[in-house]
């Protein structure tokens, strides 16, 4: 169900993304196009509480996905609260990434460090929208070639939220250059070439909430990680 919805949504989502991001339009489309495929993780989630609820139906913790249009005053702002356990970065597989099947393994390597993700999704950005997210490097000689390149193909977009979020997020990359980057981080492990570096991540508080604005418009959702306990002491 939710290959097919993806399709189905990448097939539309450069018209809908082009409008969200044009000068004139507010995000109402760039926000139901991914409500979909929200509405489907939530879906999914829905489904798995049910089988848990039957395999365990004296279980009294048993919890529900909750609809993200439910928020409430209490929920961060989208960039979540840098310093704190909601602190959020935003983390991108790049058009390389996705081509050579890599966003499962980017994903798993967040998750299994105990992040939250709280946001997903796959968007074809518009040249327009690369051009946005790459702002601070408009004057450096490979901008064009770089925005060109991330405009080439869908992208996946994630908001992963927790403590030190920004700068562990950063390390687990590995450095800009991946001939630089460490063994056992992602582009150490899966990169060779600077410009197919395979990923994103925001550099800085500053750069999460521009990032995290910008492909979010729509918002995140706010829910509870029930094995935080485990995570955090
Ligand atoms: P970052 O992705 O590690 O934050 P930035 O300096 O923000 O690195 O640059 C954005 C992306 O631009 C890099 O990930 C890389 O793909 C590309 N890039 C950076 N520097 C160069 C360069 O000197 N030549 C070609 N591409 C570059
Ligand atoms: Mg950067």
């Known amino acids: 169900m939710f290959t097919r919805t993806t399709l189905r949504t990448f097939r539309t989502s450069r018209s809908h993304v082009t409008r969200a991001f044009s000068a004139s339009a507010t995000p109402i489309a760039a926000a139901s196009n ?16 049910a089988v848990l609820a039957g395999a365990s139906s004296s279980s009294a913790s048993t919890t529900t996905a909750r609809c993200d249009a439910a928020a409430t005053a209490a929920d961060p702002p989208v960039y979540g609260r840098p310093g704190t356990n909601q602190e959020r970065t935003f983390i991108a597989v790049k058009p390389d990434g996705v081509q050579r099947g890599l966003i499962g393994d980017i994903i798993a390597r967040f998750e299994k460090r105990g992040y939250k993700l709280v946001g997903l999704k796959m968007v074809w950005p518009t040249l327009h929208m690369a051009e946005e997210h790459y702002a601070d490097l408009r004057k450096k000689p490979f901008y064009p070639g770089l925005t060109k390149f991330f405009s080439s193909g869908p992208i996946v977009c994630m908001c992963w939220e927790g403590k030190d ?13 991946p ?8 582009r150490g492990d899966y990169s060779i070439d600077l410009g197919r570096n395979i ?6 508080p500053e750069g999460a909430e521009h990032e995290l604005t910008m492909w979010f418009p729509e918002g995140v959702s706010n829910w509870a990680k029930t094995v935080d306990s485990h995570v955090y002491e």
């Open 179 to 186: 001939l630089a980057s460490k063994p056992g981080s992602i």
């Open 199 to 204: 990923c994103h991540g925001s550099d800085s």
């Open 34 to 49: 991914s409500r979909l495929i929200n509405a489907t993780l939530f879906a999914a989630a829905g489904v798995a509480a």
């Open 165 to 177: 979020a920004i700068k562990q997020g950063r390390q687990m990359l590995g450095e800009t250059q």
